[in-house]
């Protein structure tokens, strides 16, 4: 019998720190980066990144739910991001750095709300995650996949993303690959 997959769509500020994350997570069969949430068919990078789409940058996560569950998922995410920072992430401003969750089913949502409750008591500020249905994804131009096992050492990915993946590395060791 094949192994049940199912799918996480979570944006929590730019893809290439959340895809990096979970590119790292045992049980993850695919990562990939895209848009979603926006009027605008089939955006561009340069379209989402000017903020005019609507879009935010997001990951759409395929896993295996008998390796890890999706309440597992969310808790990495929201320790890997700050969910409390209104359309942003550090210094990436926008809507298209939004935190927010784009759950599949009731009981993804379910789930999601009692997950962000619980990390309400986390934080030091309220969680302005957006939880909202699943909408088109469109995937991200080719070269945006898996950025930063592609380009470690561009500024960005050094000084941005390695810090998210060494977080994420220590405080989840036993969820690595």
């Known amino acids: 019998m094949a192994n049940q997959v199912e799918t996480a769509i979570l944006g929590g500020g730019c893809f290439w720190c959340t895809a990096a994350v979970y590119l790292e997570v ?3 069969d695919s990562v990939e980066s895209g848009y979603m949430g926006g009027q605008a068919a089939d955006p561009s990078y340069e379209q989402v990144c000017a903020g005019a789409t609507g879009h935010a940058e997001v990951v759409k996560l395929q896993y295996d739910p008998q390796v890890i569950s999706y309440r597992d998922l ?3 995410f929201f320790t890997i991001h700050d969910p409390t920072t209104l359309n942003r992430q550090g210094n990436d401003v926008g809507t298209q ?3 927010v969750i784009f759950h599949q089913s009731p009981q993804q949502e379910a789930t999601a709300r009692q997950v962000i409750a619980e990390m309400a008591h986390v934080w030091d500020a309220p969680i ?3 939880l909202v249905p ?3 994804f469109y995937k991200a131009e080719d070269y945006h996949q898996d950025y930063f096992r592609q380009h470690p050492l561009q500024g960005y990915c050094a000084f941005v993303v390695a810090p998210k993946v060494d977080k994420f590395r220590k405080t989840f060791a036993g969820r690595l690959r």
């Open 128 to 130: 302005v995650t957006e």
């Open 74 to 76: 969310l808790e990495i």
């Open 26 to 28: 045992k049980g993850i």
């Open 134 to 136: 699943a909408q088109p």
């Open 97 to 99: 750095y939004r935190s």
